[in-house]
């Protein structure tokens, strides 16, 4: 077995940044593609996966109704009717974020509250009483998660009290265990990369979180490396993750840019990013998304290039960490952002152009 490069610290705000270099397996593989079709039209962002020895479950809210589906047959399952939001600060309760715990137990997540739909009961639980920082932003590809075992939900912590052009809001840690019990919190040691406190890069910051037993990864749009937080033992790992299709280097924004929409939106336009970094629980796979730089305008057209005009790479790692295959799919045809990993399967949301509803494309590793 080659060497595999993998750092293990304490990691804090001020860590000093260091790219893990990717390893790469001498073994090759394929992949399968299949498709799958749900009865429900495509008009869903936010969901959760649930992947069991059998099946693959699907949970997403439909304005005020929130679908279970079943990831073989495409047939819903369970239904709940999600009650209008009534409070007098009403956006503080839309419902950010939902997790599939089971069929019968689901979370809602919003700014100020989790409630839980356990069976036939309804727990609401207050959330961010009294605090300086949100648990949960309105990000869809945020994937909360729930250990049964401590009833800890873990979430995206975000800060209020600095800019996000401030380097300041960057030394905060990103990954919150919220006890669904007492209300107790457990702040995880991790991190914004350390790039971040050093440059500022406009909307190129989101957190990719995800998880499976024991381990949650996080990856950031402008770092190659890929962090793994084991809760176990609190420590965290870094392995390599850049694209061979990374060859241009990520540039920054000026801070005094931070106020100019469209000057962000352009930096984020033309600047290589990494995506979604999945885990698959069923085989330790770890998938990630990788978006080309481009330049700002069309080289034939003239125009100006936009953010989903970037080519969408996918790349597999195995559970020995190293990259077992890289590839290309369509960016007019894949939604990376709706994507979730099943039992030892990878799915994407496929624009597809002969129905309605909503299809996934399946990618299955060939051992």
Same mark, same amino acid.
């Given at each position: 077995?080659?060497?595999?490069?993998?750092?293990?610290?304490?990691?804090?705000?001020?860590?000093?940044?260091?790219?893990?270099?990717?390893?790469?397996?001498?073994?090759?593989?394929?992949?399968?593609?299949?498709?799958?079709?749900?009865?429900?039209? +495509?008009?869903?962002?936010?969901?959760?996966?649930? +992947?069991?020895?059998?099946?693959?479950?699907?949970?997403?809210?439909?304005?005020?109704?929130?679908?279970?589906?079943?990831?073989?047959?495409? @047939?819903?399952?369970?239904?709940?009717?999600?009650?209008?939001?009534?409070?007098?600060?009403?956006?503080?309760?839309?419902?950010?974020?939902?997790?599939?715990?089971?069929?019968?137990?689901?979370? *809602?997540?919003?700014?100020?509250?989790?409630?839980?739909?356990?069976?036939? +009961?309804? *727990?609401?639980?207050?959330?961010?009483?009294?605090?300086?920082?949100?648990?949960?932003?309105?990000?869809?590809?945020?994937?909360?998660?729930?250990?049964?075992?401590?009833? *800890?939900?873990?979430?995206?912590?975000?800060? *209020? %009290?600095?800019?996000?052009?401030?380097?300041?809001?960057?030394?905060?840690?990103?990954?919150?265990?919220?006890?669904?019990?007492?209300?107790?919190?457990? %702040?995880?040691?991790?991190?914004?990369?350390?790039?971040?406190?050093?440059?500022?890069?406009?909307?190129?910051?989101?957190?990719?979180?995800?998880?499976?037993?024991?381990?949650?990864?996080?990856?950031?749009? !402008?770092?190659?490396?890929?962090?793994?937080?084991?809760?176990?033992?609190?420590?965290?790992?870094?392995?390599?993750?850049?694209?061979?299709?990374?060859?241009?280097?990520?540039?920054?924004?000026?801070?005094? +840019?931070?106020?100019?929409?469209?000057?962000?939106?352009?930096?984020?336009?033309?600047?290589? %990013?990494?995506?979604?970094?999945?885990?698959?629980?069923?085989?330790?796979?770890?998938?990630?998304?990788?978006?080309?730089?481009?330049?700002?305008?069309?080289?034939?057209?003239?125009?100006?290039?936009?953010?989903?005009?970037?080519?969408?790479?996918?790349?597999?790692?195995?559970?020995?960490?190293?990259?077992?295959?890289?590839?290309?799919?369509?960016?007019?045809?894949?939604?990376?952002?709706?994507?979730?990993?099943?039992?030892?399967?990878?799915?994407?949301?496929?624009?597809?152009?002969?129905?309605?509803?909503?299809?996934?494309? !399946?990618? @299955?590793?060939?051992?």
């Amino acid at each position: 077995m080659p060497f595999i490069c993998i750092i293990i610290y304490a990691c804090v705000s001020t860590t000093k940044y260091i790219e893990v270099p990717v390893k790469t397996s001498e073994n090759k593989i394929n992949v399968d593609s299949s498709y799958i079709e749900l009865e429900e039209l +495509s008009t869903g962002y936010i969901f959760s996966s649930l +992947s069991t020895k059998d099946t693959d479950y699907l949970a997403m809210l439909f304005d005020s109704t929130l679908g279970v589906f079943n990831l073989i047959t495409g @047939k819903k399952i369970n239904e709940l009717k999600i009650p209008p939001v009534t409070n007098d600060d009403s956006t503080d309760y839309i419902i950010n974020s939902i997790c599939l715990n089971a069929i019968d137990d689901i979370f *809602t997540i919003s700014k100020k509250q989790v409630t839980r739909y356990y069976k036939h +009961s309804i *727990t609401k639980i207050e959330l961010n009483k009294d605090r300086k920082h949100f648990l949960l932003y309105n990000l869809q590809n945020d994937h909360p998660y729930f250990d049964n075992i401590t009833n *800890t939900l873990y979430l995206q912590k975000y800060l *209020t %009290e600095y800019s996000q052009s401030s380097s300041d809001f960057y030394k905060s840690n990103v990954l919150t265990g919220f006890n669904v019990k007492d209300g107790n919190l457990t %702040e995880c040691p991790v991190y914004y990369s350390p790039l971040y406190l050093v440059n500022y890069y406009g909307f190129a910051n989101h957190v990719y979180y995800s998880s499976a037993d024991s381990l949650s990864l996080i990856s950031f749009p !402008i770092d190659p490396n890929i962090y793994i937080y084991n809760r176990k033992s609190t420590k965290v790992s870094v392995i390599g993750g850049r694209s061979s299709f990374h060859t241009n280097e990520i540039f920054a924004l000026n801070r005094k +840019s931070s106020s100019i929409r469209e000057e962000k939106m352009r930096h984020w336009a033309q600047i290589a %990013e990494y995506n979604e970094t999945l885990i698959d629980k069923q085989n330790g796979y770890i998938y990630r998304f990788f978006k080309q730089d481009q330049p700002l305008k069309d080289k034939i057209t003239g125009k100006y290039n936009k953010y989903f005009d970037k080519n969408i790479t996918v790349m597999i790692f195995n559970k020995e960490r190293e990259l077992i295959k890289e590839f290309k799919i369509d960016n007019k045809l894949h939604n990376n952002f709706l994507s979730f990993t099943g039992n030892a399967k990878l799915y994407i949301g496929y624009n597809s152009p002969n129905t309605k509803h909503l299809v996934f494309k !399946i990618i @299955k590793v060939k051992e």
